[in-house]
């Protein structure tokens, strides 16, 4: 089981001005270069301790923290305390399966959700606990109870661990959770992240439109020269500027003036 | 295992669409798009997508129809995961 091994030092993907720029490790050149990098950046992915290894005999000491580190398999003990006073933050796993594929890690380091995204991850039998590895390298440990079997009967698998669809997945064997159902139970910033945004959304026309039609108990068939589809899209401000004549049969149909629609 | 919605082959490389096995609950059911990095949810109550962005027009055609296709199915596999949050409750049917 990972200790927590990143230092909290504030690198949030919100502030963060530029995507994280992997560069993936594979000659004693690329590994000098990691070795000297200032990059604050650059994210260093590495297969083995044996490339690992290049990088701490790269480092002139003493040394300046900066930039990232993914090692795609165990790190010895001693190896890591040196990463991690090398490297903002050092992430790692037991098996290279237990990362996102090249291109998809590529991705979801230039994504602006990049922090509600897993890259990988490891799974620990022994406390029941998965640790997970977000966009920005921070860690994120839930336990085995956050995967709950479905009502239908199907199982995580916890020997069959990988993260996929770029991040927005985990997989357990033939069980997959949405990483977001995840961190909603289990990260409050997200939470709260999310629920702000639900409720900007309900500040809305369409948002408003719609509790006035739930007032006057109408569905959205009920709404003469509309189509429910369109009226769907409207509530939920799918349409950047709905047609006038539109919100004047929507307005008519639920008894407001139309300069009123947004009111409710 | 999560419901994947058969699509033709020559799709297949970009597009995903399914049901997962964990999902926010307190949301309205629904199948999750995918084309490689991006990601769209579509209401099973409502019939539309769930988010503005990213923008709903970039998916195919083509998909939205075999998931209009297979509606019924795709609500059966949504109902038989997740049957505290049904697609059939009606009250609450789009509560986002």
């Not at chain 1, 006073?85 to 796993?93: D, G, L, Q, S």
């Not at chain 1, 037991?94 to 291109?103: K, N, S, T, V, Y």
């Not at chain 2, 059911?29 to 027009?57: C, E, N, Q, Y």
């Amino acid at each position: 089981m990972p200790t927590e091994l990143l230092s909290e030092s504030g690198r949030q993907s919100a502030d963060r001005p530029q995507p994280l720029a992997p560069h993936w490790v594979e000659k004693d050149a690329e590994a000098r270069r990691a070795a000297r990098s200032e990059d604050t950046n650059a994210v260093w992915i590495v297969r083995n301790s044996k490339i690992a290894n290049w990088i701490v005999r790269g480092i002139s000491w003493p040394s300046r923290r900066a930039g990232f580190l993914i090692l795609l398999d165990t790190p010895r003990p001693e190896l890591l305390a040196v990463l991690m006073r090398r490297f903002e933050r050092v992430a790692y796993a037991d098996q290279i399966g237990h990362f996102l594929p090249r291109a998809e890690m590529r991705e979801v380091f230039k994504a602006p959700d990049t922090k509600d995204r897993f890259v990988g991850g490891i799974i620990d039998d022994e406390t029941k606990t998965v640790a997970l590895w977000r966009g920005d390298l921070s860690s994120f440990v839930v336990p085995f109870s956050a995967f709950e079997p479905t009502a239908n009967g199907i199982e995580p698998d916890w020997a069959r661990f990988s993260v996929t669809d770029y991040g927005h997945t985990l997989k357990l064997g033939n069980y997959e959770a949405a990483s977001d159902a995840v961190l909603y139970e289990y990260d409050e910033d997200f939470r709260r992240r999310r629920n702000a945004k639900r409720r900007a959304e309900e500040k809305t026309l369409g948002a408003s439109i719609r509790r006035l039609r739930k007032q006057k108990r109408l569905t959205r068939d009920d709404i003469p020269g509309v189509d429910p589809k369109t009226l769907a899209r409207i509530e939920r401000n799918e349409v950047a500027r709905p047609h006038i004549r539109t919100l004047s049969l929507i307005a008519k149909r639920l008894g407001v003036q139309p300069s009123k629609l947004g009111t409710f | 295992m999560p419901f994947d919605l058969p699509l033709p082959k020559r799709l297949k490389d970009l597009w995903k669409a399914k049901v997962q096995d964990k999902e926010l609950l307190y949301e309205e059911p629904h199948v999750t798009i995918w084309k490689k990095a991006k990601k769209w949810r579509w209401g099973l109550r409502s019939r539309a997508f769930l988010d503005p962005k990213p923008d709903p027009s970039e998916v195919l055609k083509e998909i939205l129809d075999l998931i209009e296709a297979n509606y019924e199915e795709l609500c059966r596999q949504w109902d038989t995961r997740f049957p505290s949050n049904p697609v059939t409750e009606e009250e609450d049917d789009d509560a986002n």
